[in-house]
C-alpha cells in the first residue's frame, strides 16, 4: 500500500539489502615444450614455431575455462597446499528455478559455508517437455529476469528444434517470409527461435557444454545481462626454467563464475538427450 496521508511525515523503512553471495577463483593451465631442431625446421602450417603452439593452446586454455562454467561443478575452498580452489558452474548457481525431469536434488549457494553446492543428479534421466520449458521461462520471469537464451547441448538443442517442427509442439504454423514470391525461397530445416509469452529465446547450441552423463544433459533458460567472468589474474604466457634443448612456456588464468542474480536465470536437469522432445 503506497497511500499516504497528506502533510504526515513518512516512517516506514523500504530499504532492501540483497543476499551477498560468493564464489571461489579457479587456475586452469597448460604447458607447451618445443625443441630446437623442431623450432628451426620447417614443419607444415607452422606447428613446429612457438608462436604457433602459444596461439592454439591459448585458444584451447580458453574452451576449458567455458566448458567447466557450463558444468554443474560446486565450489570448493582452496587451501594453498594441496586443494586447489574451485569455481561454481552454472549448473550449481542456478538454485530457485529448477527443475528436474526426475529425481535430482538442487545444489546452490549455502549461506553458512559459503560454499555453491553442486546439485544432485538424478538416478535416471527423463525426457525434456515443452511444458517444462514453458513453467521455467515463466518462473524466471515472475522472479524478474528476461529469458533471452535457450542454452545446451548441440544434440539437445537439435531435439528441441525437430520438435517444434511436428504437429504436437504448441506453437503457430511457420510461414514464409517471402511469401509475395518476389525472392528465391529458402528451405528452411530448423528452428533457432522459440517465442513465448514471457520473451523471444534464442536457442543456442554451446559445442563446449559437456553432459552430466552417458546421454544426460541439461537445457540452461539465460540472462545474460546477470552473468559475468571475474579475472584474478587474466590469461598470461610465461617461460619455464631451461632443462634441455626446448623451450617452455607456461599458459594459465584465475577466473571465477560470477551469477549476479541466479533468480534471472533456470535450469533444467537430468534430459535424456537420446529421446525425443515431448508436449509433456
Given at each position: ?134 513453467d521455467t521461462v515463466q518462473a524466471v520471469y515472475e522472479a524478474g529476469g528476461e529469458a533471452k537464451v535457450l542454452m545446451g547441448t548441440p544434440t539437445l538443442i ?123
Amino acid at each position: 500500500d503506497n497511500a499516504n496521508v497528506d502533510g504526515v511525515d513518512v516512517d516506514q523503512d523500504d530499504s532492501a539489502v540483497g543476499q551477498r553471495v560468493s564464489n571461489f577463483t579457479q587456475t586452469a593451465l597448460k604447458e607447451i615444450q618445443i625443441s630446437h631442431l623442431a623450432q628451426a625446421a620447417n614443419s607444415i602450417g607452422s606447428q613446429g614455431k612457438m608462436s604457433y603452439q602459444i596461439a592454439q593452446t591459448l585458444r584451447r586454455l580458453k574452451r576449458d575455462v567455458e566448458a567447466q562454467m557450463c558444468t554443474s561443478q560446486g565450489s570448493a575452498i582452496g587451501d594453498g597446499l594441496t586443494v586447489p580452489g574451485v569455481s561454481a558452474g552454472l549448473g550449481a548457481w542456478i538454485a530457485t528455478n529448477y527443475t528436474s525431469m526426475t529425481d535430482g536434488v538442487v545444489g546452490g549457494f549455502n549461506e553458512d559455508t559459503g560454499v555453491i553446492a553442486a546439485p544432485t543428479i538424478g538416478t535416471t534421466a527423463g525426457a525434456l517437455t515443452e511444458t517444462a520449458i514453458r513453467d521455467t521461462v515463466q518462473a524466471v520471469y515472475e522472479a524478474g529476469g528476461e529469458a533471452k537464451v535457450l542454452m545446451g547441448t548441440p544434440t539437445l538443442i537439435r531435439r528441441i528444434s525437430e520438435y517444434l517442427f511436428t504437429t504436437n509442439a504448441r506453437v503457430a504454423d511457420m510461414v514464409n517470409d517471402n511469401a509475395m514470391g518476389t525472392e528465391p525461397m529458402t528451405a528452411y530445416g530448423a528452428s533457432m527461435t522459440f517465442v513465448t509469452e514471457f520473451g523471444v529465446l534464442k536457442l543456442v547450441p554451446n559445442r563446449l557444454q559437456p553432459t552430466e552423463g552417458v546421454g544426460i544433459s541439461t537445457l540452461y533458460v539465460l540472462d545474460p545481462s546477470h552473468l559475468r567472468i571475474s579475472y584474478m589474474r587474466g590469461y598470461r604466457v610465461e617461460p619455464l626454467a631451461k632443462t634441455g634443448l626446448s623451450e617452455k612456456r607456461l599458459m594459465s588464468v584465475d577466473y571465477s563464475l560470477l551469477c549476479l542474480n541466479e533468480k534471472s536465470c533456470g535450469q533444467i536437469a537430468d534430459i535424456d538427450q537420446t529421446t525425443a522432445v515431448i508436449a509433456g
